[in-house]
């Protein structure tokens, strides 16, 4: 099953009902509507994800007012839970948070949502070049495949990675030493160079892949060193192995009952008469003091806007004045990744009575990566399958039949024959997905943040920035989202002072 939502949203623009109006009505027409006064409001917050929930709390708590509007029918951007019955649910967008997410953890304690730890018990399964091997998660150096040629130049890579990216300043990447060096060149380019062996640069590959959910030969080598820079505390010490990893790393936890209960939670201290759904922005007009926020359902005027949609998708946006010409080439520059997440649904997770933990890394066509994805009880059972980058990108055109059999044909390699019979299987494409365009974050190729990187957090007048895209520390997870929403409602506050 693909779910993928129809209604209008930020993308778009008014020129079909602009023109509509233009046109002397027809016999026997109705006239056109008179056009109603703009509604007033201190703050309009664009996007009714983690990131402009937060903004728009903050807004509140300061003494403001505030409205959100949301394209979807549904407040949660990237999020979103899918019922399995009997109280379960999995999660087809983000679901993961780990060590130094302390923002998103103390928002989860505060909302009474609990975490439990992703299933890691057991072997893990390397399933690369014809081979199916064991190798355990637990030892000193953590997962280490059992590449032993591969393996060991991959850490050191990684390693060598670290230490790169402790040179990068979160806030401003393109100010680092190597940044005109860094940012000419692919990851690919820099992996070919630095890693020489087939295990080592699959290692690498899926590592890419899996974070980012694109190529190695897309991505600047500056935006990767940045995004590990910022895995950590904001302070710094991120890591490319706490991005990858499940224990110490930040696919951890999850959530129980579902990663969606925290925007749920925010929207509810919100309130519903602050959040209107469906309600898809198609143009913004600044003037001097104020903003018009023109929706489908109403033009809202305030005296500061936060845009939180991806970068992608505010580039079709309808701004007046016009953008400024860095920030409409960084849009153009900046696209989301490709990823398909897939699960199937079992009675029980069999694998585990093999004593397997669920996960696999894999050279495998479509599914590389794989997750033990059960409820907190472990029933029912389910297997998760990334179809990430290239893959995703070619998967995505043919048929979801197809994609299920090619996907339940990598689970039985991977853990036998009765993998290939779920009970029920679930598929999400984020980059079908209108108002987000891919997942699972923006990244930057050559050339982007050396250039055009400084108009990324950059106010355009009373508009502020604000999405996981934005943030400085965990940037593209859930815990950044967070951090970049109160930023921007504290530029946006003091708009207003």
């Not at 909302?111 to 190798?135: I, N």
């Not at 890591?239 to 749920?264: K, P």
């Not at 018009?292 to 936060?306: H, K, Q």
């Amino acid at each position: 099953m693909s779910r993928t939502v129809t209604r209008r949203g930020l993308l778009g623009t008014a020129a079909g009902a602009a023109g509509a109006a233009a046109l002397p009505p027809s016999a026997g027409a109705k006239p056109a509507p008179r056009r109603r006064a703009p509604r007033r409001t201190d703050v309009v917050v664009v996007g009714a994800g983690l990131a402009g929930l937060r903004a728009a709390l903050d807004v509140v708590a300061a003494g403001r007012s505030v409205v959100v509007l949301e394209a979807r029918d549904r407040v949660g951007g990237r999020l979103l839970n899918h019922a399995l019955g009997e109280g379960e649910v999995i999660e087809v967008g983000g679901q993961w948070v780990g060590p130094t997410q302390d923002v998103l953890l103390g928002l989860a304690r505060e909302l009474g949502v609990d975490t439990f730890p992703t299933y890691d018990q057991g072997s893990y399964l390397y399933a690369a070049g014809g081979r199916r091997e064991r190798y355990s998660p637990t030892g000193p150096l953590g997962p280490v495949p059992p590449d032993l040629l591969g393996a060991p130049e991959a850490f050191l890579a990684i390693a060598q990675l670290d230490q790169m990216a402790a040179t990068v300043p979160v806030e401003a990447p393109w100010k680092a030493p190597r940044a005109a060096e860094w940012d000419s060149q692919t990851f690919e380019t820099w992996k070919l160079a630095n890693a020489h062996t087939p295990g080592a640069r699959l290692l690498l590959d899926l590592a890419i892949e899996a974070v980012w959910a694109c190529e190695p030969r897309d991505v600047s080598l500056l935006h990767v060193l940045a995004y590990i820079r910022g895995a950590g505390p904001a302070g710094g010490g991120g890591s490319l192995n706490r991005l990858i990893n499940t224990a110490g790393g930040a696919q951890e936890q999850r959530f129980v009952g579902g990663s969606q209960r925290i925007v749920l939670g925010l929207a509810e201290r919100l309130g519903k008469r602050r959040v209107k759904l469906g309600s898809p922005v198609r143009r913004v007009v600044q003037r001097k003091g104020s903003v018009d926020v023109v929706c489908d359902t109403a033009t809202w005027r305030a005296r500061s806007v936060v845009v939180t949609a991806p970068p992608a998708v505010t580039a079709s946006i309808d701004w007046e004045p016009w953008l400024p010409a860095d920030r409409a080439q960084l849009l153009q520059r900046f696209p989301q990744g490709n990823a398909i997440k897939c699960q199937a649904v079992y009675d029980e997770p069999f694998w585990r009575a093999d004593g397997l933990a669920g996960q696999v890394t894999s050279d495998a066509d479509p599914v590389r990566i794989t997750f033990d994805n059960s409820p907190p009880d472990g029933r029912p059972g389910v297997l998760l399958g990334f179809i990430e980058g290239h893959a995703a990108r070619v998967w995505a055109r043919r048929s979801a039949a197809d994609r299920k059999a090619a996907v339940l044909r990598c689970f039985a390699d991977f853990f036998g024959d009765r993998a290939s019979r779920p009970k029920a299987y679930v598929e999400m494409d984020w980059s079908a997905e209108r108002w987000t365009r891919g997942c699972y974050v923006g990244f930057t190729p050559p050339g982007v943040l050396l250039d055009f990187g400084e108009a990324i957090r950059r106010p355009h007048q009373r508009v502020h920035w604000a999405g996981a895209e934005t943030a400085t520390v965990w940037n593209g997870y859930m815990d950044g989202a967070l951090r970049s929403g109160s930023r921007a409602a504290a530029e946006a506050l003091g708009d207003l002072a």
